[in-house]
């Protein structure tokens, strides 16, 4: 997993509540075990019409967005059924940040392990940084994870909370492998001290 220590990107705005597991990555996608190939889908019933062109409304399709790297959203992102391939389409398609009032619980668990920061905000401080995400090609955020800060383009800081153990697994890069093999010594040490006390094992 890539560390995540500072970004500075473009905040593509999705001033929308409830944006749930199917709108960002539709059920009949989750076939495949690759967490690559599925940023082309994201959002795909959103930013695509039947024919498979574009829908030029869709914030994404936009050409001030389309190198986004941080979407700031409504309450409740991620809702819906569970579905790991939701971080993996946004890491995909290029998204590293995600920025709501609240999120759903697996949802927000699975961003960490994929390398994804979810920051959690107030209502104040979202309606702000939403303001500045839809200032279009001027709309870059600076999130810095070490200081738990998002500086705006005016130069103000956000401040957010997270949690310490999450926070030092991104910043480290650590996802539920990689913290295993932090052990891997510990690890070895007892397969070759059971295999010494019990060979028939």
């Known amino acids: 997993m890539d560390k995540f220590t500072k970004l500075r990107g473009v905040a593509a705005p999705l001033n929308m509540i409830n944006i749930d597991t199917d709108k960002l990555i ?3 996608f989750l076939k495949t075990i690759k967490r690559t190939g599925l940023g082309k889908h994201l959002f795909n019933e959103m930013r695509f019409n039947e024919d498979g062109s574009e829908k030029q409304d869709f914030v994404l399709n936009k050409s001030a967005y389309r190198e986004a790297s941080i979407i700031v959203a409504g309450d409740n992102f991620g809702c819906g059924s569970s579905r790991e391939h939701a971080p993996w ?3 995909d398609f290029g998204i590293k940040c995600v920025i709501s009032t609240s999120f759903a619980d697996i949802f927000y668990n699975n961003c960490f392990k994929n390398g994804i920061l979810p920051i959690v905000v107030n209502k104040q401080q979202l309606d702000q940084l939403m303001d500045d995400a839809e200032n279009g090609a001027n709309a870059v955020l600076d999130v810095d994870l070490e200081a738990q800060e998002i500086i ?5 800081k956000v401040t957010f909370e997270i949690d ?4 030092h697994c991104l910043i480290n890069g650590l996802d539920d492998i990689g913290l295993t093999m932090e052990k891997e010594e510990n690890i070895d040490n007892f397969e070759k001290r059971r ?3 019990q060979p028939w094992v």
Do not use: T
């Open 26 to 28: 539709p059920k009949q």
């Open 89 to 91: 389409a946004l890491l």
């Open 152 to 156: 705006r383009p005016s130069g103000e």
């Open 164 to 167: 310490e153990f999450r926070k």
């Open 195 to 197: 295999a010494a006390e």
